[in-house]
């Protein structure tokens, strides 16, 4: 069973959340918290999921975030907002969120998104995709983290465009992920990038 707290300052949003996400087999919303009683919720339930709302008026979900990183064995945090604009995307993932989600992701997404996270994978709506890569300067045509195209990277190691994509596919089926965006996000946590790197990251999908 995947243990799933949601913390958001709207008691609507923390209802429909665990309506939804208990009515999926394998999956049990153990507690609902605001943001002042979020981290106190969390270490004593000891989820395996947060879905964490980024803005709160009493305690904003970065704070929170920080706070239940510090457990010996933190859960998997994905942050949540209304806005598929959100300047503290970036900032969220950076800080060890495992995603970034919009308040009105599809019911039918919702529970395979939280199994993703529970296997430790990272998971992006598409829209906060899109603004993560916004945020980005020369965002646009499909590169790696060194800025290199297929056509550039089979260039370089004398493989063909098409075998190039079919093992970054690959990569990404291997990682959990689905796209280059989530694949250097782990990265960078893993301390593989340069700080120059995450300027040239770019989501081509598989």
Known sequence: MIRVVVVDDEALVRSGFRMILNASDGIEVVATAEGAQAADVVRRELPDVVLLDIRMPDVDGLTVLRQIRTLPEPPHAAMLTTFDTDEYILTALRSGASGFLLKDTEPERLAQLVRTLAAGGVVMSPKASRALLRS?????????????SNADIGTRIHLSTGTVKDHVSSILTKLRVTSRVQATLLAERAGLLTHNDDNTARDNGR
């Open 136 to 148: 980005h300067p020369g965002a646009g045509a499909p590169q790696d983290a060194e800025g290199l």
